[in-house]
């Protein structure tokens, strides 16, 4: 089997991921991809064809969807719990400020993931050790389309990936090639777990983790000459072992992002649906702006008329005619046809706000309470919650992956919730806390039945306290203000003892 070879899932889903891609890139990716979402009528030409493209106009629902979708998630930013003091503390804290090497925060990087799971519904993220500069671990971040290949096995009692496969592109160096265009070789890279050698595949043993490069160039020559001619086929030109403390990894390390688990399986794309809804919604459109292009224009007719007269439109002319009973008028369009186009595409903009398209939809004129919002609403939310339990699961496993490159336990699954732990928002209310929920959490605290830590982290999650400040913080922000606040008099304590002195309260 090839190394280019691809999973049955990968080519089943695609088409699907493809099409995901172009619908919400908007109508500029739609149209460029012509009679693959927009069919010619019978008997159209080309030059026809592209007249009738231009015409439609594509209402992008799903895109603006999506878009919504991210916002709520990141309307809070996600909270990353981390050790406290030097060593593992401090190459976590250097993570979350740059994941992948390139200035990208962790914060950022989670919404780029976040952004293509509700697209396409997949991700991945390989956490890798750089050895050259940093000496620190690092992300990169794999679309649904560059992840090819995968295949999972029973190693140790447990069912684990064995086997994953990327596309890339790498470039040349540039004393190799021009600076200004250089060549772009198709790579892949191989993830594969390899038990040792005379050890049977099923047998317990200590598997090592390899890394294969596989680049697409001419045969015979070089992976420079690339862009020369000739047969191409795929070659081997490296394969490395990693180590961390001198052994190597026992376990690839690769995370799987889904909408509902980080499992290597296929999930379906979250707005499949309305990706349907919305191509649909855009052919309507197109043949309700084609027939308004024949029938909505003003069309004149005359009968009676010289065949050889050349007759003017405007106030400033008159037509006439020395024919008896000659006549003039504007052709008309009547009857229900376009009216029928205008009820579909209703009805689709209809079907895509059932769908999860709420923010699409006009509002009613009436008050709504906020509860009445919110429960409308609640379907949408459903599917926000999924995804975002998902991807903070997720990212909570690339978080143990750069704890375990970073300290001395066997395996990453060691690492518990107790010392790191990614948390994606899931209240994507927007009516804050409310202020009897603010007096039963203080009541709350009071009587002993939460602590003023989990008290305070309410509060932050209900727009109470700033986001950015901890509870250290605000504790210390309340102690300060104590001490400023001035000494008040308060009333002697027996009435009519008008010589009683005077007490003060801090």
């Known amino acids: 089997m090839p190394v280019n070879s691809t999973h049955p899932d990968y080519d089943a889903n695609l088409p ?16 460029a991809a012509r009679e693959k979402y927009l069919p010619r009528l019978d008997c159209q030409d080309d ?24 916002g709520l998630i990141f309307r809070r930013e996600p909270t990353f719990k981390l050790p406290a003091g030097n060593g593992v503390g401090d190459a976590l804290a250097e993570f979350v400020e740059d994941a992948d090497m390139l200035g990208t925060s962790l914060s950022a990087f989670s919404k780029n993931l976040v952004t293509e799971v509700i697209n396409v519904g997949r991700a991945g993220t ?9 000496q620190r671990a690092y992300a990169v971040a794999y679309s649904a389309e560059d992840i090819i290949n995968w295949h999972t096995e029973r190693v140790n009692g447990r069912n684990v990936v064995s086997l994953v496969v990327l ?28 038990p040792p050698q005379g050890v049977a595949d099923n047998a317990k043993a200590d598997w090592s983790y390899q890394v294969e490069i596989w680049q697409f160039v001419p045969d015979g020559q070089s992976p420079n000459a690339a862009r020369s001619r000739g047969k191409k086929k795929w070659k081997l030109t490296d394969s490395i072992t990693p180590l961390r403390l001198g052994k190597p990894l026992p376990l690839i390390p690769f995370v799987f992002h889904g909408p509902r688990d980080s499992l290597p399986d296929v999930d379906k794309i979250p707005l499949a649906d309305i ?26 007719w005359v009968s009676g008329f010289d065949k050889n007269s ?9 037509w006439v005619a020395e024919t008896p009973g000659a006549t003039a008028g504007y052709l008309e369009f009547h009857g229900q046809g376009l009216t029928t186009f205008e009820r579909a595409m209703d009805r689709d903009e209809q079907l895509m706000a059932v769908l999860g398209t709420r923010m699409l939809e006009s509002r009613k004129r009436v008050g709504e309470t906020a509860a009445a919002i919110e429960l409308r609403q609640s379907g949408e939310n459903s599917i926000l919650n999924t995804i975002s339990f998902s991807v903070s699961a997720s990212l909570t496993q690339v978080l143990r992956w750069v704890y375990w490159w970073n ?40 009587a002993g039945a939460i602590s003023q ?16 400040r901890s509870n250290d913080e605000e504790i210390n922000l309340l102690a300060s203000e104590k001490k400023k606040k001035p000494a008040v008099a308060v009333p002697p304590t027996a009435p009519g003892d008008v010589n009683a002195e005077p007490v003060t309260a801090n």
């Open 407 to 446: 300290s001395t336990e066997p395996i990453p699954d060691a690492i518990g919730p107790d010392l790191v732990l990614a948390t994606l928002n899931t209240d994507f209310s927007i009516t804050g806390m409310s202020a009897l929920e603010i007096t039963a959490l203080v009541a709350a605290w009071q």
């Open 16 to 31: 699907a991921w493809l099409r995901a891609r172009d619908v919400f890139a908007g109508e500029d990716a739609v149209k």
């Open 275 to 300: 990706i349907a809804v919305n191509l649909d919604h855009y052919r309507l459109n197109a043949d309700y702006k084609h027939g308004m292009h024949f029938t909505a224009l003003p069309t004149a």
């Open 453 to 468: 830590a989990t008290m305070l982290d309410l509060f932050r999650a209900g727009e109470v306290i700033a986001p950015g």
């Open 47 to 70: 030059p026809e064809y592209d007249a009738y493209l231009k015409r439609a106009s594509y209402f992008n629902a799903t895109g603006r969807t999506g878009d919504g979708y991210v």
């Open 167 to 194: 596309k890339e592109t790498s470039q040349t160096p540039v004393a190799e090639s021009d600076p200004f265009d250089p060549d772009e070789i198709q790579q892949l890279r191989v993830l594969k777990l390899v």
């Open 126 to 134: 390989l956490v890798d050790w750089n050895d050259s500069s940093g």
């Open 310 to 318: 050349s007759l003017r439109i405007g106030s400033s002319t008159a």
